[in-house]
């Protein structure tokens, strides 16, 4: 079993920050990109941020210089600090993981693909 617990959402004014943390764990036994997707009522799933396990970062062009994706490794933690926060950015934020629940699956190069509860961001004008 593996699960990815999120934590930091929030209602926030404007031009105010948030900082987004998620957790995982379980049968782990290694993790590849970890993410951060939202979605907005009516709209389709996007991916907001991703992080390698080596620590290439890739961003949505509407969060660019606004957000910054980052990883714990030693505590299969990732976190996304959201700064200059915009009303558009309301959203249910998920977390994503990609990852091998075994040496077997390592070796085969089979992953997971896990997914978090999602954690309610609401921004405010």
């Known amino acids: 079993q593996v699960q990815l617990v999120e934590s930091g959402g929030g209602l926030v004014q404007a031009g105010g920050s948030l900082r987004l943390s998620c957790a995982a764990s379980?049968?782990?036994?290694?993790?590849?990109?970890m993410g951060w997707y939202r979605q907005a009522p009516g709209k389709q799933r996007e991916l907001v941020a991703s992080i390698s396990s080596g620590g290439s970062t890739n961003y949505a062009d509407s969060v660019k210089d606004r957000f910054t994706i980052s990883r714990d490794n030693a505590k299969n933690t990732v976190y996304l600090q959201m700064s200059s926060l915009k009303p558009e950015d309301t959203a249910v934020y998920y977390c994503?993981?990609?990852?091998?629940?075994?040496?077997?699956?390592?070796?085969?190069?089979?992953?997971?693909?896990?997914w978090g509860q999602g954690t309610q961001v609401t921004v405010s004008s």
């Open positions: 379980g049968t782990i036994v290694s993790i590849q990109t």
């Open positions: 994503n993981a990609n990852l091998y629940r075994s040496y077997a699956d390592l070796f085969r190069q089979i992953w997971y693909d896990a």
